[in-house]
Every structure is written in C-alpha cells, then in structure tokens.
C-alpha cells in the first residue's frame, strides 16, 4: 500500500509542478486563442485575470493534494488498526446486532475523518473562496451548512448504508450486480426528492421576482414541448459571487433555478440564452443518459473493487483485522479502491459531460439565434466565477465536466447555420 501511494505521489506531483504536456499547462496553440474578427458581433475572449490565473493554477495544485488527501486517510485509518478497534468497540456497544454495529462504525468513522478533514474543508471552503473575491458568506453560514451536512450523512447512512452490506453478506460474488440495480431506483429516488427536500435546507428558494423576465422564460420553455408553472430564484448571494443557474427535477417536482447573483450580473438576453442551454439539458434526456451512464461506470467500478478488493482481503486481511468485504472495518479499503477505479474512469465520464453541455450550447443557440448573447454570457461567467479559458490538456481529460469557456465563446461565435439556411439539429423540437 505505501508503494502505491509513493507511485501515485509522485505521479501527481509531476503534473501539479512540471511543465509541458505533461502539467496541467496553458493550451499555447495560437489558432484556439485567436479572435474572430469578420463579424462585428462577434465576442473576443478577454485573457485571464491576474487572479484567475492563480486560481487556476493553485487550484491544480489541490486537486492533486485533494486526491492524495482521499487515499492517505483512510489508509492510515486502516493500516494504523484504528478500523479494527472502532469495529470492535461498535459491536461490543450494540451486543453485536449487525444493523446497529455498522451504523455506530460508520457515524464514529464520519466524525473522526470530519474532525481531521475540518481544517482542509474550512481552507478550501471558506477561506480560499474569500481570498479570491468569490464569496461573502459569513463564517456563523458556512459552519451551518457544515453541519447540515454532516447530519444528512448520518440519514442517508442510516437509510442507505445497510444495503450494499446486507448484498455483500448475501451475495458475496453477484453483489456488485445487485448493488448497481439497486442503485439505479435510488439515483431516481434522490434527483426526484433534491428540490424539494435537500436543496431548500441551504437556501431559500422563492418566486421570480422579474416577472416580465420569467415570463419570457416560460414562453421560451413552452416552445420546447416543456411546461414549467414559474422560475425559482435562490439566494445563493448569501454564500457566494458566482454565477449559475439549472433545471432539476422531474415529474412534479421539475423546476427551472436561477441565482440571484446570475439575474444580478447577466443582461435579460444573456439570461435568456443560459436558461435556453439549460433546457436544452431538459429536453436532450441528459439527465437520463446521464443515469445510464452512472449505472454503468458504478457497475464497472463495484465489479473491480468486488475483484481488487477480495484480493487485498485475502492478503491483507488477517494483518489488519478484516473478516472480509462485508466487514465495516473494510470501509477505509472499499473508500481506496472507490477514488482510484473513479479515477481510472474520470476521463470517459468527463468527455460525456463535455459533449453534452456542448449540445446544449447548440440547443440554446439553435432556440434563441442570438450568438451574441451566448458568447458574451460565457465572457461574463469567465469574469464571474474567475474561469480559466485555454486550460491544458490534462486538465479537460482529469477535471472539465465543461468546454473551456473559450472554446464555448468561439462556438457562439461560429454556430450560424439558419444563416445559410441550413437546416438545425434540434430546430423540429421547436414551435414557433
């Protein structure tokens, strides 16, 4: 185990701090830099600030402290014995009724890994926001939400957690199959209950107060084939100075969510044309392609922790105390071989998302034929929420759920095609 951590450190120490193709390094191809200028409309990328350029460098630099960070604790957690001791200490509180043993293992296991995390949480989740200007949440705020989190752990722990453990003891070689089932219900069940139930314990979410506005966003909705009965507005002012906006939900619960912070910074066309991508997320099904693909990525991923993790077991096991993967103490191992199959998956995953938000792009484009309007959105987002608009190859492979704003500026720019009368992509899911 420690030469796998000394492997992957020096690994991810190399692309933090070295240089070329190999770092997460500025994109120095001219031609992806360079403006358009046969078109009076068009937009030109402004360079990155000052700031956002450190941002986006220290920000590298985290993610890879962020990964080592998500292995070397609960490899200490296990191999230093103190998952064995709080296994045995929680079975011994409960009399060794398997339920309750695992639910005390795991609340004691959050609280110490919250405990030794805090620190890091409260740099990257406060500290490091307020340093860069992107957020005005009050300290009393942040530890709330903090906690509220920490306590939906706990819920979704009691009511989840049991599951795949009672598969594993039941099934211990078809439990990866069942599990990923299993999953699929409840990945529906949690985007269905998320607005109503989740999302409004950290903002308050209220009516549109810009009706001219919301109704214009409903008209726009309507002729995608979409009925939407209002716009929430969150104020998500409280907590940051970034910029979004979404649609979640489906069935009863399916609502369109804009920050105060993006209505506050946008002009109403450039609005328009964002919450035009957002449907366009809507009406593509990417939600529910998204969910295949999560039901296949975690099918893979618990079939190689199933294959990994019984190796280790066998090996490892008696050293450290593990009876096996339906053991609690397991957890720190199962956690291990989670992030690094995540990892080895990542770049699938991301390239999906990047397909689809650039078919959103397209849908927005193709609804309000305001290439304007979408390209200087992107410029404002960039300004906003301090983007970094060429970043390296690796960092699109490893990190970008999203286009590069800049290759999103230039799509805005280029994407015509009812200019020549070609025919649109997605123009036969519009009415007029």
């Given at each position: 185990m420690r030469?796998?951590?000394?492997v992957?450190?020096?690994f ?7 240089s070329?193709s190999?770092?997460?390094?500025t994109q120095?191809?001219?031609?992806s830099?360079k403006?358009?200028?046969?078109s009076?409309l068009t937009?030109?990328v402004?360079p990155?600030?000052?700031?956002a350029?450190?941002y986006?460098?220290?920000g590298?630099?985290w993610?890879?402290?962020?990964l080592?960070?998500?292995?070397a604790?609960?490899g200490?957690?296990?191999?230093t014995?103190?998952s064995?001791?709080?296994r045995d200490?929680?079975?011994n509180?409960t ?12 609340g004691a ?7 030794v ?6 740099w990257?989740?406060?500290?490091r926001?307020?340093a ?10 942040w ?8 306590g939906i ?5 009691a ?9 594993i003891?039941?099934?211990p070689?078809?439990?990866w ?6 999953s699929v219900?409840l990945?529906l069940?949690?985007?269905f ?6 999302a ?8 549109m107060q810009d009706?001219?506005l919301?109704a ?7 002729r995608?084939?979409?009925?939407f009965?209002?716009v929430?507005?969150?104020d998500?002012?409280?907590?940051t ?8 939900g489906?069935a009863?619960?399916?609502?369109i969510?804009?920050w105060?912070?993006l ?5 109403e ?7 035009g991508?957002e449907?366009?997320h809507?009406?593509?099904g990417h939600l529910t392609r998204s969910?295949?693909?999560?039901s296949?990525v ?6 190689g922790?199933h294959?990994?993790g ?8 008696p050293r450290f105390?593990l ?8 957890l ?9 199959f995540g990892?080895l ?12 938000e650039?078919e959103?792009d397209r ?6 034929q305001d290439n ?5 959105a992107?410029v404002a987002?960039?300004?906003?929420n301090l983007?970094?608009?060429?970043p390296?190859t690796l960092?699109k492979v490893?990190r970008a759920?999203?286009?590069?704003i ?5 799509f ?8 020549s009368?070609?025919?649109?992509r997605?123009?036969g899911?519009?009415?007029?």
């Amino acid at each position: 185990m420690r030469r796998l951590y000394g492997v992957l450190a020096t690994f991810l120490i190399v692309l933090a701090t070295g240089s070329g193709s190999l770092a997460f390094a500025t994109q120095t191809d001219a031609n992806s830099q360079k403006p358009l200028a046969d078109s009076p409309l068009t937009v030109e990328v402004p360079p990155p600030s000052d700031s956002a350029v450190r941002y986006y460098r220290t920000g590298n630099a985290w993610w890879c402290f962020n990964l080592l960070w998500s292995l070397a604790v609960p490899g200490l957690i296990l191999t230093t014995g103190l998952s064995r001791r709080l296994r045995d200490r929680a079975e011994n509180l409960t009399r060794g009724q398997w339920y309750l043993a695992l639910l005390a293992y795991f609340g004691a296991y959050i609280s110490i890994v919250g405990l030794v995390d805090l620190p890091r949480s409260y740099w990257l989740g406060f500290v490091r926001p307020h340093a860069y200007g992107l957020s005005n949440q009050l300290f009393s705020k942040w530890a709330l939400d903090m906690s509220k989190g920490f306590g939906i752990g706990l819920v979704a722990a009691a009511l989840f957690l049991w599951l795949p453990y009672l598969l594993i003891r039941k099934s211990p070689q078809r439990w990866w199959l069942y599990t990923t089932l299993l999953s699929v219900p409840l990945s529906l069940f949690l985007v269905f209950v998320s607005p109503i139930w989740v999302a409004p314990l950290f903002n308050d979410f209220g009516p549109m107060q810009d009706r001219q506005l919301e109704a214009r966003i409903l008209t726009m909705a309507q002729r995608t084939g979409v009925e939407f009965d209002r716009v929430f507005e969150v104020d998500k002012s409280v907590d940051t100075r970034r910029v979004n906006a979404y649609v979640t939900g489906f069935a009863g619960t399916k609502r369109i969510v804009l920050w105060d912070t993006l209505l506050e910074r946008l002009d109403e066309d450039q609005v328009v044309f964002v919450m035009g991508h957002e449907l366009g997320h809507y009406v593509l099904g990417h939600l529910t392609r998204s969910l295949l693909l999560l039901s296949a990525v975690t099918l893979l991923t618990l079939y190689g922790v199933h294959r990994v993790g019984s190796l280790l077991i066998g090996r490892i096991g008696p050293r450290f105390g593990l009876r096996g993967l339906s053991d609690p103490a397991a957890l720190p191992l199962l956690l291990i071989l989670l992030d690094l199959f995540g990892l080895l998956f990542a770049p699938a995953s991301l390239a999906w998302s990047r397909y689809q938000e650039r078919e959103a792009d397209r849908f927005a484009l193709e609804l309000t034929q305001d290439n304007q309007a979408g390209a200087s959105a992107f410029v404002a987002l960039q300004t906003n929420n301090l983007s970094y608009p060429y970043p390296g190859t690796l960092y699109k492979v490893l990190r970008a759920s999203h286009p590069p704003i800049g290759e999103r500026v230039r799509f805005c720019n280029e994407y015509r095609p009812w200019e020549s009368g070609q025919s649109l992509r997605y123009g036969g899911r519009f009415t007029r």
